[in-house]
Each structure stands twice: as C-alpha cells, then as structure tokens.
C-alpha cells in the first residue's frame, strides 16, 4: 500500500512516529513550505529561515537514508501556498491510498489535519507525537481531579517517572528544587563565554535570499543569523552549552545584561522545537554533566526544570484548554501594543534592549521576555491576544503550543491562575536589581513618582490598585496588599492618575 508520510515543519526527528514503519520501496515523506504558515503572523524572517532551511536540510538525511522525498519549496511552481493544499496535490501525485501524519503543535494545523480525509478521500492517520516526556493523554490523567494544576507538582512526577536526578528513588542532592540559589546578578567584570553560532552554508544561504525577497518587511533582521538547522549543529550547539553554559548558568539564569543577549542561556529551544534535539537526550547529557561533576547541581535541576518542567508542563496546559484558551483575559486588559515593541523606540532602557535584540537575534532569554516586555504589557494592561501574537511572531523558538501558554498564563495571568499561582509583576527594582538596565536609563528607578520616576514603579502600584477585587485574596500578594491598606484614598487616587496619564502618552506616540 503506498502511503504518503507528512512531516511538518517542526518535526524534524528521525525517530517522528509518522515515519514509523515507513516502506522505502512504496511510501513517500512529503515536506511542504506553505506561504500560511510564514504568514498566519509576521514571523521574524530569522525563524522563517530556520524552519525553512532546516527542512531542506532533513529532507537531504532522509534521501541519504534512501527515502523518497517529495520536497515542495515555497517558490515552487503550483505550491498553493496551504498544507492542506499540498497534501491534496502530493496525494494526487504519488497515487497514495492512505496519509500518515504526527499529531501537529498547535490547535489551528490540528483541525485542519482532521480535515484532510474529507479533502483527498483517503483514511488519514494521527499519530501521537511521542518525543515528549508525556503524552496529551498522561498530563490529561494528571490533572483531572485536581483542583488547581502547578508546574512543581507535575515535575515531580515527571522526575519519579522517569528517574531523572533521582538516587535512590530520592531527589539527588536531597531537594527537587534549587530554584532559590539561582537569582544572582552578573558580577562586574565576569567574563561571559563565546558562544557557538553557525554560518550558513549553501543551503541555508538560499533560504536567506528567498526570505529577504518575500518576508523583508517583517520584523527583525537576518544579517546575525547562526541558529542550527541540521541535528550535527544542534549536538555541537548542545556540546558547547554543557561546556561554556550549563557550569553557571544555574548563578545567573535571571540576569540581564545590556548588549548581551545570550549570557550563559542554552539557546537550544529552537532546535528543540523544530525536532533537532528531543528532550531525552538534553535532559540525560545535562545530568551526565552533574555526575562527572562538570557542572553543579542548581544549575543542572534548574535547566532540566524548564525541559522536563515547564516545557512539558505548558504543553499539557494547552492541549488541555484549547480552543478557548486564546481568548482568554480575566483581567479585562484592552489597550493596544505600543508601538515600541515594534521599533525599540523608547526611553525605557530595558524595554529598548531587549526589543533591539529581538529584533537583531529573534531570541531573548525568559527573564527578559516575562519580567521585561511581559511585565509592562502586564502593568499597562495591554490586550492579552495582541501581545501573546507580538511573541508568536518575534522569536525563534515560539510555537503556540508552548508560546501562548506561557504568554497569556505567565506573563500578563489572562487565565487568571490556571498555568501560574500569581501575576508576576514587579516595579523597576527587580530589573535593577537584576540588571544593569538602569544605570543609564532616562528615568530614575529610585524615584516612585513624577516626570522622572522609573514607569515600572507606579504602574505597578496602579496594577494592583485596580484589580484589588480579583488579585487581594491571592496569598502570595498578601505583602503588598497590606502596604496599600495604609494608603490613603488621595495616595491611591495620584498613582493611578500617573499611570493613566503615562500610558495615553505612550500609547499615543
């Protein structure tokens, strides 16, 4: 039986369990660069490049390993610029007489996979994707019943599971989380690691012409492109983030630093999401390096945290509250995304840094993205669906299924505690505190109100102030709340008209 295999842009894995049991003499794997998918939003022309040019790449591995490849290019002749479309065609082409399939990332390419069987007539099967720690259906067991979901809790598991760090059936070092050692500043002087970055080669090239042609207009730029886009990178991307990152990346994971964009991060989540790396291998490596005490132990859980935690984790939240979850904003934000999100252009210091390196890298690390642009649009109450689009777009590693979770339940809490136990909001302290942003901003972090006051300060208080009603019994607030019982009406009153009067101003410019 000739069956035609559809390999999507992000599942770049040769063990993909749509390629499970494939027939090199009958089966077909098609590979389609569709304009909807460059399209659905403004992609950063870096993360159109990787996608694109690390499909080019698997589609050579796997004629080397003797598979025939139906390989359709974004510029080819009749591509009808849609995956359904494509499919339809290549059903045609090959006489298939069934379609295989792994269950997509995102909700959107799902219901549009279920619909193929309607389009071409033939039995289409969706397979689970089984390069996650857990199956859609594992998290579903997990948190039916409970009555409220939290990362830690469903990490443990995960750790129990599939004995990672564990001795003896224990935590190794005797604790799960070492979460509380890794809040350092960047001392002044440290010396940060060059970290490996890849030059493109012919392929990779091309793609970049193509994409400057037809995406130039998108934000961000392709001249610093060095992402991997073949699985020999992405192990030597790996190599040297165990050897120059993972040591001291444990210290200084929530620090920021002016005209550093990669610190000791891993920068592996592309590779990751596309399929390059799978989570097992990451995860087994970042642990071999404790044992063989290449790298300490806060460092190594706090990395395999955000894989087998939170990556894991917001995964399952999404699949378990789509398709409603996008809509999701229990705070009532509606004002629009300020421009500079787009242009950098504002006399925030660290919202002006960390704008222009997304824009030069299509990256920015996590504290950045939740404590930085995540936590203005937060305080100013912008609308939850344009901000979680503005992260869809401008990163690398952003797919919806692990970018909207963390947008919408992270960083602006429009699910109202459903991904996170408490908004995390924070005044301009915390950025100073973890930054140099500060030192040379137009505003004075020091000051708590007027026209020099740091914006972070008072529109936090005003935060606060106005969802007082839905945020005042969370007990993780409970310090702050009591410093604004001692307010006084007219104290109250001044901060929010200062934050107002700021936010028109802005939202205007």
Known sequence: MSTLRVVLGDQLSPELSALDGLDTANDTVLLAEVAEEATYVAHHPQKIVLVLAAMRHFAAELRERKIRVDYVALDAPGNTGSLAGEVARAAARHGARRIVATE????????????????????VEIRDDSRFYATRERFARWAHGRRSWRMEHFYREMRREHGVLLDDGLPAGGEWNYDAENRKRLPRGLELPARARFAPDAVTREVIALVTGRFGGHFGSVADFGWPVTRAEARRALADFLATGLPSFGDY???????EAFLFHSLLAPALNLGLLSPREVCQAAEAAWRADAAPLNAVEGFIRQILGWREYVRGVYW???PGYGGSNVLGASRPLPAFYWTADTPMRCLHEVVRSTERHAYSHHIQRLMVTGNFALLAGIAPHEIERWYLAVYADAFE?????????????????RLASKPYAASGAYIDRMSDFCGQCAFDVRQKSGPRACPFNYLYWAFLLRHEQTLGPNPRLAMPYRTLASWSAERRAA?????DAFLDATLKA
Do not use: C, H, I, Y
Not at 253 to 259: C, H
């Open 104 to 123: 997509p990332g995102e909700w959107r390419v799902l219901e549009d996979m279920r619909r193929w069987s309607a389009r071409t007539g033939l039995p």
């Open 253 to 259: 994971q929530d620090a920021m630093k002016a005209g």
């Open 320 to 322: 378990m509250l789509m």
């Open 401 to 417: 299924w692990v970018e909207m979770p963390n947008t919408l339940g992270m960083a602006v809490f429009a699910d109202g505690g």
């Open 495 to 499: 901060v929010l008209r200062e934050a």
